[in-house]
Structures are given as structure tokens and as C-alpha cells.
């Protein structure tokens, strides 16, 4: 049972447009949620997250939005530089459940054409 | 270097063999994780284990099992490997204030 789901394996974006990269719930349960970006041969990087009590965060370059009635959120990366070519992964947790395990996508794979 | 230290980066074994993974996590993190990433897969949670004792478990295969010792190092033991036990082995920790994980760079596990 696959409670947050990528269904995107792979995205490519032209460097300086908007990257858009999709995440999906099921578990109504979740109330924070957090995206993190791996480059091969390295452990995921934290990126930036989203309490459920707010729509929308931004750091820089990045900001996420979460709409809890459709339990989807999104990752928005403007502009899009080479740098960005990495995997992406959206994962979630829930304080309802005392514990912090985290539960992952499966990924999807960015790639920034130059 | 994220502060999370995993060894051995890679391990070449034959089925039926055992392996130990080794991790240690940032100075002052009392939690670690436990995750496996198969070809193509997401990350799947395995064990965590807070300040010594084992706090949640998941997809965890009865072959495998997972300590953490007094100095809060953590070591996931896999044995009679099979094929599909080929994977990366990540290993996590948590500050108590936060959500998000710092992540060691991985075993990459190939049984053969």
C-alpha cells in the first residue's frame, strides 16, 4: 500500500523555466510533509517542508504547496538551474501516530537541459 | 558530510552470506532509521531505534535485525542473503526538535 505516491518517474525542464514536480497522499492522518532531493552516490538531502496547517512555504528557489483536501502537494522550482538535475522525493509523517517514521514516494528524476 | 556516517560505502557478498551495516548518527541525535532503496523504489522504512530500544518497526524481513549500542551507533544485520536483498541501505538520524532526517550516503549491498 503506497501512501504517497510520485507518479511522475521523471521530469525535464528547460534551464530558467519553472520545475513542477507532484506528490499525492492517501493517509489523511499525515500533517507534515517534506521534500527531500538526492544526487547519486549521496544519501537524501532535506529541502524544504510544509506543516498541514499551512498552504504554502518558500525558501529561496523553492516553494512547496499542499492542498489537504486533495492531499496533494507540489514542489515548485523557479527558476530551474543544472544544479537542480537530481532525484526528488516527497515524503510524510504524523505526530497522530507517536511516532516519526517518515514515508516516501518512490522519487521522481528532474533533469535541467541547458 | 552530512554528520551521519555509514560503513562500508560497498559490499559485494554471495547468497547465504551474512553482513553487518554499520552507522553511526550525528553527535546528539538519539534517533536512527533504518531505510532500503531497491532499484527504482522509493525509500522503505525498515526499523528506527530511540536512545537504544526499538521504537517502530516496518517492512523489516525476519533475516534482518538492527541494534543500537550505548554509544547510539546503530548496526542492521542481513543474513542468508538472497538476490533481491541487492540494494542501498540508508541509514538516518533525528534531532528530537525536528521532522526532517540527515541521511548518511548509504551501503550499496550486491548479493551474488
Known amino acids: 500500500d503506497q501512501q504517497v505516491k510520485q507518479n511522475s518517474p521523471s521530469l525535464s525542464v528547460q534551464e530558467g523555466r519553472i520545475s513542477i514536480l507532484n506528490c499525492d497522499y492517501t493517509?489523511?492522518?499525515?500533517?507534515?510533509f517534506l521534500w527531500y532531493k538526492k544526487y547519486p552516490a549521496e544519501g537524501p538531502t532535506f529541502l524544504i517542508s510544509?506543516?498541514?496547517?499551512?498552504d504554502k512555504n518558500e525558501d529561496g528557489r523553492f516553494t512547496v504547496f499542499l492542498n489537504k483536501s486533495a492531499k496533494h502537494l507540489s514542489l515548485h522550482i523557479v527558476p530551474s538551474q543544472p544544479g537542480d538535475s537530481a532525484v526528488y522525493f516527497c515524503?510524510?509523517?504524523?505526530?497522530?501516530?507517536?511516532?516519526?517514521?517518515?514515508?516516501f514516494g518512490t522519487g521522481t528524476r528532474l533533469t535541467i537541459i541547458p | 558530510d552530512s554528520g551521519v556516517t555509514q560503513t562500508p560505502k560497498h559490499l559485494i557478498t554471495a547468497t547465504g552470506q551474512r553482513v553487518t551495516l554499520r552507522c553511526s548518527p550525528r553527535?546528539?541525535?538519539?534517533?536512527v532509521y533504518w531505510y532500503q532503496q531497491s532499484l527504482d523504489q522509493g525509500l522503505q522504512f525498515l526499523i528506527q531505534y530511540y536512545n537504544g530500544e526499538e521504537r517502530a518497526k516496518g517492512n523489516i524481513l525476519e533475516r534482518f535485525s538492527a541494534q543500537q549500542f550505548p554509544d547510539l551507533h546503530s548496526e542492521l544485520n542481513l543474513s542468508s542473503l538472497e538476490l533481491g536483498d541487492s540494494a542501498l541501505y540508508f541509514c538516518a538520524s533525528r534531532a528530537i526538535e525536528n521532522y526532517g532526517y540527515t541521511f548518511g550516503s548509504g551501503t550499496r549491498l550486491t548479493v551474488v
Open positions: 510544509i506543516s498541514s496547517i499551512k
Open positions: 553527535s546528539g541525535d538519539l534517533s
Open positions: 515524503a510524510a509523517s504524523s505526530s497522530n501516530f507517536g511516532n516519526e517514521k517518515l514515508t
Open positions: 493517509n489523511s492522518m499525515f500533517d507534515y
